[in-house]
């Protein structure tokens, strides 16, 4: 059993930078594979990025590769991503997830494949 708690989020103008943090409970964090999801109003959850449990291996989303970068430092049961250059098209809620599958270049994006949410925090990109 994981539990997940976002920070990090809150309003910044297009071109400016966030880094959301996602703390985990239990001590078995680092078997994890964690992911980010973000859902904006009126739409579908959608993913972002996603490391493997032991870090080796990283997703992103086409729209967002290149400008958010997905860590995690399992010494501290914390979960990042580092957003840069930020589009008001990136405002949403930003959730982390858990997962004690495996994941691959397509099961990291599905949301069926994982069993642990966060609450969310909201990110709001003015133009």
């Known amino acids: 059993q994981v539990q997940l708690v976002e920070s990090g989020g809150g309003l910044v103008q297009a071109g400016g930078s966030l880094r959301l943090s996602c703390a985990a409970s239990?001590?078995?964090?680092?078997?994890?594979?964690m992911g980010w999801f973000r859902q904006a109003p009126g739409k579908e959850r959608e993913f972002v990025a996603a490391?493997?449990?032991?870090?080796?291996?990283?997703y992103y989303a086409r729209s967002v590769k290149g400008r958010f970068t997905i860590s995690r430092d399992n010494a501290k049961n914390t979960l990042y991503l580092q957003m840069n250059r930020l589009k008001p098209e990136d405002t949403a809620v930003y959730y982390c997830?858990?997962?004690?599958?495996?994941?691959?270049?397509?099961?990291?994006?599905?949301?069926?494949?994982?069993?642990?949410w966060g609450q969310g925090t909201q990110v709001t990109v003015s133009s």
């Open positions: 490391i493997s449990w032991i870090g080796g291996s990283t």
């Open positions: 239990g001590r078995t964090f680092s078997t994890y594979a």
């Open positions: 997830a858990g997962t004690i599958y495996t994941i691959g270049v397509v099961t990291a994006t599905q949301v069926s494949r994982y069993k642990y």
